[in-house]
């Protein structure tokens, strides 16, 4: 995983958190752990899934060729 992909989960875990927090403050809506716990999960998700979808560039794949 590329330390973008790492931002990109912070940022993420760190946005849910802060939906969650301000949940608390309206009376029709309740926050909850696992709300938060699987937003993060997401985030994780969806990052892992871009790096394996994102075009290689041309010197990562001569450098993976050169290692086989």
Partial sequence: MMSSDLIAIVF??????AMETLRQFKPSRTASFSALAMNVLGTLAGAMLVTLLRPQSQSARTSRNVRR
Avoid at 12 to 17: I, P, V
């Fill in 12 to 17: 993420g875990g760190l946005l849910s958190l």
